[in-house]
Structure formats: structure tokens, C-alpha cells
């Protein structure tokens, strides 16, 4: 079965590293996104690909980058990991051809910055 | 983007079923109403999307008035297995426009 899936699933670092965060995904989909998720905030969107090539900031991109190369991975990097940056991570692709379209998410990054 | 509110806790007993209120006054025309699960220590799960009038699934069923400024999700007969957060959102069909706020977490008690 398609899936999408993150990697690590734990991860603790110190201030001052360069931090990256896994998602592949076997959906085929052009859309892939990445959020953070905070206590009292929901998910908030930190960036995003419509296909190869194309990366877009979200509303929470400061400190962010990420890359496309091909379809199935959008990493996450964080540049200079800061206390302010613990929080869950999670991806999410979706079909640009579904007219209707859904979000499918991974299980998450739980990321600690000491 | 269409502002959406929603009770920010529910609780609820097994066997009862429970209606979860979205409000989204400004909407738009072309915009439609998604609901997502999220349990813990997973990503939210699409569970079920509507335009107008009501929408039935094996998960849930969502109701949508005529003015489209309000929708009601409901689960039938819920299980202990249905404590989650759900997300009421509204907007067009691109990622970028989905707006997740805290949503409705619902307690269901034995």
C-alpha cells in the first residue's frame, strides 16, 4: 500500500546544529507539505512543493529550508536548530489532480532542541 | 481564507452520538468544508468533505444548511476509540489554504 512515512520519529538535538527530518512518501504526489504543531496553535504550515524543483515558504518558514529533487521525498532542514523550534513536525502530500483534494500525513517528528 | 470556530472541547459517553459544530460565516463560494481526525501521536486523518446539504460515510456525516455559514459533523454511536481532535476547515482545493486551528478535542468516557 502507498504510505507516506517520516524519519526519525524521536529526535533531540543541541542549539546551534543543523537538524534534517525525513518524509518519503509512494503516493505519487506532486503536493507535499510540511507543519509544525504547537500546544494551543493547530498545525502551522512551514513549507511547501508542488512538484519537483518547486519549493514555496509557509506562514512559519523562518529558520526552515527544505528541497525537491524528486517526487517521493521533501526533506526538512533546520539550519541552526533553537529552543523555540521543539515542537512536532509533519508531512503531508496530496493529488493536485484530485478535485477534492485530501491531505494524507505521516505519524510525525517529535524534535527537542536542549 | 474562511475563518472557521469551533467548540474547542467536547465530552461525550459511549453508545451517544456527538455533533461538532463548525461556524464559517464568511465563506466563500467555491470554497468547501473538510473534516480531519487527529488522534494522539499521529498526523490528522481526512474523514469526510462537503459543499452543500449533507454528506454520509462509513466514518461520519456532516450537514451543511443552505447558507453554507455553519456545518455539524456527527458521529454515530461513539466508542472510546473516537477520543481524537477534529478540524473544521474551509477553503478552495490547494494545500496551501488549509488553515488548521486548535480544532474540537472530544473525550468519549465509558
Known amino acids: 500500500d502507498a504510505e507516506i512515512t517520516q524519519s526519525p520519529r524521536h529526535k533531540i538535538t543541541e542549539t546551534g546544529r543543523q537538524v534534517t527530518l525525513a518524509c518519503h512518501q509512494t503516493?505519487?504526489?506532486?503536493?507535499m507539505f510540511w507543519y509544525r504543531q504547537d500546544l494551543g496553535h493547530g498545525l502551522r504550515l512551514i513549507h511547501y512543493?508542488?512538484?519537483?524543483?518547486?519549493?514555496n515558504k509557509g506562514e512559519v518558514s523562518d529558520g526552515y529550508s527544505v528541497s525537491r529533487s524528486n517526487t517521493e521525498d521533501l526533506p526538512l532542514t533546520l539550519e541552526s536548530a533553537a529552543s523555540s523550534q521543539t515542537s512536532v513536525y509533519f508531512c503531508?502530500?496530496?493529488?493536485?489532480?484530485?478535485?477534492?483534494?485530501?491531505?494524507?500525513f505521516g505519524s510525525g517528528t517529535q524534535l527537542s532542541v536542549l | 481564507l474562511a475563518k472557521t470556530t469551533q467548540p474547542i472541547s467536547m465530552d461525550s459517553y459511549e453508545g451517544q452520538e456527538v455533533n461538532i459544530t463548525c461556524s464559517h460565516n464568511?465563506?466563500?463560494?467555491?470554497?468547501?468544508i473538510t473534516w480531519y481526525q487527529q488522534f494522539p501521536s499521529q498526523g490528522p486523518r481526512f474523514i469526510i468533505q462537503?459543499?452543500?446539504t449533507k454528506v454520509t460515510n462509513e466514518v461520519a456525516s456532516l450537514f451543511i444548511p443552505a447558507d453554507r455559514k455553519s456545518s455539524t459533523l456527527s458521529l454515530p454511536r461513539v466508542s472510546l476509540s473516537d477520543t481524537a481532535v477534529y478540524y473544521c476547515?474551509?477553503?478552495?482545493?490547494?494545500?496551501?489554504?488549509?488553515?488548521f486551528g486548535p480544532g474540537t478535542r472530544l473525550s468519549v468516557l465509558p
Open positions: 503531508a502530500s496530496s493529488d493536485y489532480r484530485d478535485t477534492n483534494e485530501k491531505l494524507f
Open positions: 503516493w505519487n504526489h506532486n503536493n
Open positions: 512543493s508542488y512538484g519537483v524543483q518547486d519549493t
Open positions: 464568511n465563506i466563500a463560494t467555491n470554497d468547501y
Open positions: 462537503g459543499y452543500k
Open positions: 476547515l474551509v477553503g478552495v482545493n490547494y494545500g496551501q489554504n488549509f488553515v
